[in-house]
């Protein structure tokens, strides 16, 4: 799941779009590489999971970072399993 702020912007059809260019030119480099546009589920930075998680974790805004998130609730919500990975 990505969330994006474009998702808001530009619409799901152009983010789905950008993502799968972005996808083709990593795969055009690496052969083996193994996420396909259908893994792939973009939503908005106000989709309620999104929020959920904004609010148990917190990184610096110019953070790149990673964390997992296992089998925690969050306000009742329980997540099973989460790889967040912050890039901006």
Do not use: C, W
């Not at 983010?15 to 590489?33: F, R």
């Not at 989709?47 to 805004?61: C, N």
């Amino acid at each position: 799941m990505i969330a994006s702020k474009d998702y808001d912007k530009t619409g799901p059809a152009n983010t789905y779009e950008h993502i799968n260019e972005v996808l083709t030119q990593i795969v055009q480099k690496h052969s083996d590489y193994g996420i396909a546009l259908n893994n792939i589920s973009v939503v908005s930075t106000n989709y309620k999971l999104i929020r959920l998680l904004g609010t148990a974790i917190h990184t610096e805004p110019d953070d790149v970072s990673g964390i997992r998130f296992t089998r925690n609730a969050i306000d009742n919500h329980y997540i099973e399993d989460a790889y967040i990975y912050r890039i901006a």
